[in-house]
């Protein structure tokens, strides 16, 4: 033995060194398909027939057995082509029993064309005595300086500079509160937007003890709110703009700019108005209806679905504006100029949905825009809830003429209606005879039954009536 030499377990340390890493696998060459896998497959076939042949050749007794896998193979494949023929056929039969369209998203085209007023009043701003007075005044701390005009006033107004000269005189101009509602309403600058709907909001604001932080002499009224609105190509004022529904507005929403940009402080102006009804009543009860009906009306455009948290916030407002004298009767007014507005599809379930108020007078609302609704639907003169109850009881959902949309739209509204309020939980047969009709809505639907609409009145059915039970 040489003394130079490695060790045995030297030697195969250095032919299986386990700190060495594995050699990798060989990579495939080629990924099979699933077409090799079928070319495999028939090739398979090929060579048993054959197999299968040259056995038969020799065994006279099974020399037909070739022919006889090939009529079974032919034999399948027509089976195969009835099967399908029969399938067709059925999915035909079934287009037949509603070959209605799919119903359109909810959505109405709520503003059109949008123009500037041709004529904004001029304020003469620049010459007001706020300005006058703390620019004589040296111990302010800085130098207004006047001559500027108004572009020096716009900066004053983003800057906070001018609500601060406000508080600190206690009392705001007519020609500065007209300036900055006009900015607010018709400005493009959205900062300067920003800035006015701030001041405004501000100088409406009442202090712990519902007294007001500064005097005003201007207020904005209705007709001033209804000009500006109407400026920004309000649709929804006529009664005969059920045409413009979600079916045209998608198609329209590519013409116009969508929303008015000045839609924000035109809410949240409304909305700090309502509140100042505590010292003084802006609006009249029929303006504030017609407030009420612009505002739900907004929930409708597509395009200000991001608003919904200010949208509610004004609706509340303007709910709770009224006098408990005048609610109602104004509440039920409102409820009918919209249900003349809006047709019986899934728009009317949208604007009812978003009455999302917990108080009794958005419970109030929402029933009574429901009862509106299938009021109109069912050409009735007079709002009887017992007869709308029996007239959507009566329909037949075996019926193949049924329409199963529009009964999706009487259940919802039925349920809105009934329970919004607590007017007919203790009436045991109203209760009685609506609970079940939904049962049989959710028994007499089958899960076979392809009629449109059909899956989603069994469902509902089957919620509402839970709901009922719980309720109960």
């Not at 001559?147 to 983003?158: A, Q, R, V, Y």
Request: charged share 30%; aromatic share 8%; net charge negative.
């Amino acid at each position: 033995m040489v003394m130079d030499e490695p060790l045995d377990f030297e030697k195969e340390g250095e032919e299986e060194d386990p700190l060495l890493a594995a050699p990798r696998p060989a990579k495939r060459k080629k990924v099979i398909g699933l077409d090799d896998l079928l070319l495999d497959y028939y090739e398979t076939n090929k060579d048993e027939r054959k197999r299968n042949k040259a056995e038969n050749s020799k065994h006279g007794s099974r020399g037909d057995n070739s022919d006889n896998l090939d009529e079974m193979f032919r034999a399948n494949s027509e089976k195969e082509i009835k099967i399908c023929k029969i399938v067709e056929s059925l999915e035909e039969e079934a287009k037949k029993v509603d070959a209605r369209e799919d119903v359109p998203l909810w959505g109405k085209k709520i503003f059109g064309c949008q123009k500037r007023p041709s004529i904004l009043s001029d304020t003469c701003v620049e010459n007001c005595q706020l300005l006058k007075s703390f620019s004589a005044d040296e111990h302010l701390g800085f130098d207004l300086d006047i001559d500027k005009g108004e572009g020096f006033l716009e900066g004053m107004l983003m800057d906070g500079w001018l609500l601060k000269l406000v508080h600190l005189s206690g009392s705001v101009e007519d020609s500065v509160a007209s300036w900055t509602l006009t900015k607010m309403l018709y400005s493009s600058n959205k900062k300067l937007q920003v800035s006015a709907t701030d001041f405004w909001e501000s100088v409406l604001s009442l202090d712990e003890g519902d007294k007001v932080l500064v005097k005003l002499g201007y207020l904005p009224t209705f007709s001033v709110l209804k000009r500006a609105i109407l400026s920004y190509g309000y649709l929804f004022d006529a009664p005969g703009t059920k045409a413009s529904t979600s079916a045209s507005s998608a198609a329209d929403s590519l013409e116009d700019d969508g929303p008015p940009e000045n839609i924000i402080a035109w809410v949240r102006v409304v909305s700090a108005c309502c509140k100042f009804r505590k010292v003084r009543s802006i609006f009249s009860p029929s303006e504030a209806e017609h407030l009420l009906v612009i505002v739900i009306s907004l929930f409708l455009d597509r395009g200000l679905e991001g608003l919904l948290l200010v949208l509610g916030d004004c609706l509340n407002s303007l709910i709770l504006y009224f006098n408990v004298s005048e609610w109602e009767n104004s509440c039920v007014r409102a409820a009918e100029s919209v249900a003349q507005r809006v047709s019986l599809d899934l728009n009317c379930l949208r604007i009812v949905d978003c009455i999302t108020g917990t108080n009794d007078r958005s419970k109030f609302l929402r029933s009574q825009l429901a009862l509106q609704l299938l009021k109109i639907s069912f050409g009735l003169k007079v709002a009887n809830v017992e007869r709308i109850l029996k007239l959507v009881t009566t329909i037949n959902v075996k019926e193949k003429e049924c329409d199963l949309f529009k009964l999706y739209v009487y259940l919802v509204l039925m349920d809105k209606l009934l329970f919004s309020t607590d007017a007919f939980r203790d009436k045991t047969m109203v209760v009685h005879s609506w609970r079940n009709y939904l049962r049989n809505c959710s028994t007499q639907i089958g899960c076979s039954d392809w009629r449109f609409y059909a899956p989603k009145v069994r469902n509902k059915a089957s919620y509402l009536l839970q709901g009922v039970i719980l309720k109960r």
